[in-house]
């Protein structure tokens, strides 16, 4: 791939197109600032491309679909100026005054500031079926999606602190909540492991792999594997929860950025600022409780703000602090 340098100096690049990168586009983009967010390319729109209903994103009384809700933002911050570009960042320098990006097409683009919005991956079990039954039973997130499944029966997949609090959530509306577990015990805290095990409605499969899912527009049973009998059955749920872990994309900054012990980028205190001068970021890459859309919506607007005094501040250092 030939690199071909933009000679324009920006004053802020946002990667990332989730919540909080297009919340910080629409604030930088009434602020004058001329953003430029790099979307992504297959990824563009962020995880909740990935979901059918949202319920819990204020302003939508009936609700909203998550690909409708990220179109929304992305109309929301071209409205205003932001310049959005479906292509991935592959390399960042972000020492210096001035950071340069490179893309997959080779384009190499400069700013003075650089918000990091890259989001988080959960971890997915790996089956043909999980991603095509995601949003139709299929979910990541019980604070999301448990309010879908009341009286229902669910499977909870995993044995860690996240697992047991899904686990424990869901009861909230579920008839039945069975977790599947790979070995003899949980390897969440004792405190979580015991909560759960002496939760009435939580049952346990121990010893069991997940290896198929079944339905055809929504979920109607999971497929386990006993580890050591080898014996496969069948278990009646009509929904999902997948908590085997959640890795922030650090990727192309974590030899740059100081992280936290959680793998999330490290930010000082509420603010969105990194270990480097001029470098902000925001959304579920700096958090590891709340991932929600409006929290990454939220961070990403004190991302815009921490950037627009920086600006402020290197412009005219006298009359601004950052
Ligand atoms: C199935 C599912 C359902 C959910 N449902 C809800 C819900 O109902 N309500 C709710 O509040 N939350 C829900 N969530 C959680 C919510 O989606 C996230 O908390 C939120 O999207 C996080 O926003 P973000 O901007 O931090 O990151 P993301 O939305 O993950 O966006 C990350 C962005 O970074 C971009 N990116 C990554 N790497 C690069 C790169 N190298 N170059 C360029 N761009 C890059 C991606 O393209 C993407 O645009 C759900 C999550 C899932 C997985």
Redesign the pocket.
Known sequence: MTSAQNDEIRDVII???????YTAAIYTARANLNPLV???SV??????M??T?????PGFPEGIM?PDLMDNMQKQAERFGAEVLF????EMQLDGEIKTLSLADGTVYRARAVIV????A?RELGLPDEKRL??HGV???AT??GFFFRDQTIAVIGGGDSAMEEALFLTKFAAKVIVVHRRSELRASKIMADRALAHEKIEFVWDSEVIGINGEDKVSGLVVKNRNSGEESTLDVTGIFVAIGNDP?VG?VKDQLELTAEGTIAVDGRSSRTSLPGVYA????IDSTY??????AAS?CAAAQDVEHYLANIKTPAKASN
């Open positions: 990667v990332g197109s989730g919540p909080s990168g790099i979307a992504g990824t563009a729109g962020g995880e909740l990935n979901t209903d949202v319920e819990n994103f998550g292509d991935d960042v592959t919005s890259t989001g988080s959960y995601s949003g979910s990541w997130c999301c999606d994309r192309l925001a959304g579920d890459v991932r929600q859309a409006i929290t990454a990403g």
